[in-house]
């Protein structure tokens, strides 16, 4: 069975830029949620995705957007980038199980200059 | 709106001791609350959890308690051991599959030897 895979592990960006996240969720699964980990704070829910429809959002801009695929693998896409954008970003992937458990990524580092 | 709370960000104990983490919430609609490990460099995993209707759930040295009327929950570790040295997040979710999963801040727990 493979787990939640993410890249890149770590990127930097300046202000402005856009940037493109990757997970692969893990195999069975059909649902992917993004969440933004800031230093000492814990996950925020950005969105989920559930068989290529976005299925639920947190309180993040529009320039948060997402997609996933057919396969259930998963891009989280930020525009205009902002110095507060600078975080850990984390997926997670279920299976629609009634207990709600989340299988992790290792998550992917990007930092805003 | 902070809807699930850990007020204690660090917790000390003795190895062998038992070791006990705190959690708030404050929407009545959670179906499911849960409790996820982080080391440091890995994505948080999952440890246990329960459901809205029962008041206790077990798995080896490790329970959880849900007291719906006064919105808390409690994770006991017993004994505790130096590896459970980690962030533990507090969560919760309304809904199958992990709808919309809110976590806590986190606490940091420290095992001594």
């Known amino acids: 069975e493979t787990g939640v895979t993410q890249s890149p592990t770590h990127l930097i960006k300046t202000r402005g830029q856009q940037v493109t996240l990757r997970c692969s969720s893990q195999?069975?699964?059909?649902?992917v949620s993004w969440y933004q980990q800031a230093l000492g704070q814990g996950p925020q829910f950005i969105f989920q995705?559930?068989?290529?429809?976005?299925?639920g959002r947190g309180n993040f801009p529009p320039r948060f957007s997402g997609l996933q695929f057919p396969n259930y693998s998963s891009e989280l896409n930020v525009n205009a980038l902002e110095l507060d954008d600078s975080a850990l970003y984390l997926c997670?992937?279920?299976?629609?199980?009634?207990?709600?458990?989340?299988?992790f990524g290792e998550g992917s580092r990007l930092t805003v200059l | 709106d902070q809807q699930v709370k850990q007020n204690s960000p660090s917790l000390s104990v003795q190895e062998g001791r038992i070791s006990i983490l705190n959690c708030d919430y404050t929407?009545?609609?959670?179906?499911?609350f849960l409790w996820y490990k982080k080391y440091p460099a890995e994505g948080p995993t999952f440890l246990i959890s329960?459901?809205?209707?029962?008041d206790k759930n077990e798995d080896g040295r490790f329970t959880v308690f849900l007291n719906k009327s006064a919105k808390h929950l409690s994770l006991h570790i017993v004994p505790s051991q130096p590896g459970d040295s980690a962030v533990y997040f507090c969560?919760?979710?309304?809904?199958?599959?992990?709808?919309?999963?809110?976590f806590g801040a986190g606490t940091r727990l420290f095992v001594k030897a």
């Open positions: 995705y559930y068989r290529e429809e976005e299925n």
């Open positions: 997670a992937s279920s299976g629609g199980r009634g207990t709600g458990e989340l299988f």
């Open positions: 969560a919760a979710s309304a809904g199958t599959g992990g709808f919309k999963t809110i």
């Open positions: 195999s069975g699964h059909n649902t």
């Open positions: 929407n009545s609609m959670f179906d499911y």
């Open positions: 329960i459901s809205s209707i029962k």
